[in-house]
């Protein structure tokens, strides 16, 4: 596989290259700013297949290790050690679907077309969410009826409390610390800790599908290693929340549910 680059011959265009990139039964083409996406996401202006020249002035050939389209975006890995890890992103903005090309460099979290509620969780008027010392870039939970309190939690990064005891917590991880952590076994004594708690989970602010485009560990590895922790401590979920936005949604509505559960059972 090869990811073409040709400068566009349309010489009316403010977009002087075009791109030729092999996802699926036809390949699709797009004009776009740069060779790269090295300091910005470059947008992307999808052309038909026809608008390829038959003789393309080639700027560059970029053989692929990876070039596959997972819902709305297609991660392209070039064979290559440096700039070999981008994405083109199918998205909305402005009202109109837009496309742009971006590397882990550039990117800013590829984000579903979703909005998150600023409702309170069902039965809750407000609570209070203890929040790890040692956390940094905590989540503000800034929509939600919550108040936060910073100190050191035995576990987790979040947690909720009832009559001085923790009744629920939850570990943060980004995409790299998960993989990091399930590689040289910290994450396996995290979990134990976690289970420990009558309600804990681990969310990821990523999602499941970037496992498989990782270029430096490989991703069965990482893939196993992830299944064999959920078989070893079912009692603690790891959850994939695509972004941090949703992730941070996803742990209000945990923490929720643990205090209302809690609180509704006998005795």
């Not at 996803?250 to 559960?261: D, N, Q």
């Amino acid at each position: 596989m090869e990811l073409l680059i040709a400068r566009n011959p349309d010489a009316d265009s403010s977009l002087p290259f075009l791109i030729r990139v092999p996802a699926g039964r036809e390949d699709l083409v797009f004009r776009t700013k740069d060779t790269w996406p090295r300091t910005n996401a470059l947008f992307c202006y999808p052309v038909p297949l026809a608008e390829w020249p038959a003789e393309p002035d080639l700027v560059e050939t970029v053989p692929l290790t990876a070039c596959t389209r997972r819902g709305a975006a297609i991660d392209v890995v070039a064979d290559r050690t440096r700039e070999s890890r981008s994405q083109i992103v199918f998205t909305r903005a402005r009202g109109r679907e837009m496309v742009f090309w971006q590397s882990p460099r550039t990117r800013k979290q590829a984000r579903p077309a979703v909005s998150t509620p600023t409702a309170r969780a069902a039965g809750l008027a407000t609570m209070e969410i203890v929040v790890d010392a040692h956390e940094r870039y905590a989540y503000k939970f800034a929509n939600q009826q919550v108040t936060t309190t910073k100190r050191a939690l035995p576990c987790g990064d979040y947690g909720v409390e009832a009559e001085g005891k923790l009744l629920a917590v939850v570990e943060r991880k980004s995409l790299d610390d998960l993989v990091s952590s399930v590689m040289n076994g910290k994450l396996r004594f995290a979990l134990g800790e976690l289970a420990a708690v009558p309600r804990a989970a681990v969310v990821v602010e990523d999602r499941y599908s970037r496992i498989f485009t990782l270029a430096h560990q490989r991703p069965s590895v990482v893939a196993d290693g992830i299944a064999e922790l959920q078989v070893r401590y079912p009692e603690v979920p790891i959850v994939f929340c695509e972004t941090r936005k949703l992730a941070e949604e996803w742990t209000y509505r945990y923490l929720a549910a643990a205090l209302i559960w809690t609180a509704e059972q006998p005795g």
